[in-house]
């Protein structure tokens, strides 16, 4: 709930309270999403247009090997437990070859990353809101698309790097040995910028999709407590307006996440075969090669698993940021009482 939509007393919570109350949510959602987002991962980089011919590891769950594709007459060496048929599919499959735990693959840099991405992306929003309302009023409704685009492409810009690394660990079951001795190759060979790999097509996915759920979200929030005849939102309706937006702008993004996964995960194949490649392509030129072997429907990949993450993380997120900011609100109404 939005301090300055409460009334006349507005008890404001301080940058560090909004701080502590993001972390909490932050923590629960990683852990509870993790699993879907390593499925969307796998599935979507399957269908990378830019592996056929190219050698690559393939993870059993015991060791890992190196692989050819079979084209043009050359046969693969090793034996493959099948492409993924879909959500259920990949969920069975990974966890029959490699084991339940990688469901959590990637996790210790999401949680790294998830920490601070949310203090920074959660805490610049609500104090641009602040600053936006003092100054355009409180009933502007293009306050939440202007602070939840600021807000998300600062956050995307400082944690890029960890998302690249998250997104290494759960295409593929990596050491951090080996992903220690992939990001020194890679930072001797491109420099650091290469650690921003991705960051584009990121923006790209984020930046709408921040736009798109805080302006849904603030709508279907006055909305749900019009219906209800509630002057405050309550638990559930933060809940349900988290929800809904966010599957909403999870559809409407889908296509950059796909391409933003696509670029990360090419970057790490190893060059077992002297081809170039190309790893220097645009968003929309991937976004022609993924249409042109998958059809628009390869645009797509990874929905079910995206939706089922995003709506209920969303969900979560929102509810427990904005129980921790009320507790806080309550803690420093109380204390204006005795001073």
Same mark, same amino acid.
């Given at each position: 709930?939005?301090?300055?939509?409460? @009334?006349?007393? $507005? $008890?404001?919570?301080?940058?560090?309270?909004?701080?502590?109350?993001?972390?909490?949510?932050? $923590?629960?959602?990683?852990?509870?999403?993790?699993?879907?987002?390593?499925?969307?991962?796998?599935?979507?980089?399957?269908?990378?247009?830019? #592996?056929? !011919?190219?050698?690559?590891?393939?993870?059993? !769950?015991?060791?890992?090997?190196?692989?050819?594709?079979?084209?043009?007459?050359?046969?693969?060496?090793?034996?493959?437990?099948?492409?993924?048929?879909? =959500?259920?599919?990949?969920?069975?499959?990974?966890?029959?070859?490699? @084991?339940?735990? #990688?469901?959590?693959?990637?996790?210790?840099? &999401?949680?790294?990353?998830?920490?601070?991405? =949310?203090?920074?992306?959660? =805490?610049?929003?609500?104090?641009?809101?602040?600053?936006?309302?003092?100054?355009? !009023?409180?009933?502007?409704?293009?306050?939440?698309? /202007?602070?939840? $685009?600021?807000?998300?492409? @600062?956050?995307?810009?400082?944690?890029?790097?960890?998302?690249?690394?998250?997104?290494?660990?759960? %295409?593929?079951?990596?050491?951090?040995?080996?992903?220690?001795?992939?990001?020194?190759?890679? /930072? #001797?060979?491109?420099?650091?910028?290469?650690?921003?790999?991705?960051?584009?097509?990121? /923006?790209?996915?984020?930046?709408?999709? %921040?736009?798109?759920?805080?302006?849904?979200?603030?709508?279907?929030?006055?909305?749900?407590?019009?219906? %209800?005849?509630?002057?405050?939102?309550?638990?559930?309706?933060?809940?349900?307006?988290?929800?809904?937006?966010? #599957?909403?702008?999870?559809?409407?993004?889908?296509?950059?996440?796909?391409?933003? &996964?696509?670029?990360?995960?090419?970057?790490?194949?190893?060059?077992?075969?002297?081809?170039?490649?190309?790893?220097?392509?645009? =968003?929309?030129?991937?976004?022609?090669?993924?249409?042109?072997?998958?059809?628009?429907?390869?645009?797509? &990949?990874?929905?079910?698993?995206?939706?089922?993450?995003?709506?209920?993380?969303?969900?979560?997120?929102?509810? &427990?940021?904005?129980?921790?900011?009320?507790?806080?609100?309550?803690?420093?109404?109380?204390?204006?009482?005795?001073?």
């Amino acid at each position: 709930m939005d301090p300055e939509s409460e @009334g006349p007393q $507005i $008890i404001k919570v301080t940058p560090l309270q909004q701080m502590f109350a993001s972390c909490t949510g932050a $923590i629960l959602t990683s852990l509870m999403v993790t699993p879907l987002d390593v499925v969307k991962i796998r599935l979507q980089a399957q269908r990378n247009p830019f #592996s056929k !011919g190219k050698c690559f590891v393939y993870s059993n !769950g015991l060791m890992d090997h190196l692989c050819v594709c079979e084209e043009e007459g050359n046969k693969a060496w090793y034996k493959k437990p099948g492409r993924f048929q879909g =959500t259920l599919d990949a969920f069975l499959k990974i966890i029959r070859n490699e @084991g339940i735990k #990688s469901l959590w693959s990637g996790l210790p840099p &999401t949680l790294v990353m998830a920490v601070p991405a =949310t203090v920074i992306y959660f =805490t610049c929003y609500d104090q641009l809101t602040y600053f936006l309302k003092s100054k355009l !009023g409180e009933n502007e409704s293009h306050i939440p698309i /202007v602070a939840g $685009i600021v807000a998300r492409f @600062g956050a995307v810009t400082v944690i890029s790097p960890l998302e690249l690394i998250r997104t290494k660990m759960q %295409s593929k079951k990596f050491s951090y040995e080996e992903l220690h001795r992939f990001i020194s190759r890679k /930072v #001797s060979e491109d420099g650091w910028i290469s650690l921003w790999r991705g960051w584009a097509p990121t /923006v790209l996915r984020d930046v709408p999709f %921040s736009a798109l759920y805080w302006y849904n979200y603030e709508v279907l929030k006055k909305w749900l407590c019009e219906k %209800s005849g509630l002057y405050k939102p309550t638990f559930m309706i933060h809940f349900t307006s988290g929800a809904l937006s966010g #599957s909403i702008a999870a559809i409407a993004t889908l296509p950059f996440d796909v391409v933003k &996964t696509q670029k990360q995960t090419q970057l790490w194949i190893d060059e077992c075969h002297k081809i170039s490649m190309p790893l220097h392509m645009s =968003t929309w030129t991937i976004m022609k090669n993924i249409v042109a072997k998958n059809g628009f429907a390869g645009l797509f &990949t990874g929905l079910i698993p995206r939706l089922i993450k995003i709506a209920p993380a969303c969900a979560i997120m929102i509810s &427990t940021y904005e129980s921790g900011k009320a507790f806080f609100q309550m803690q420093n109404a109380g204390r204006q009482q005795y001073q």
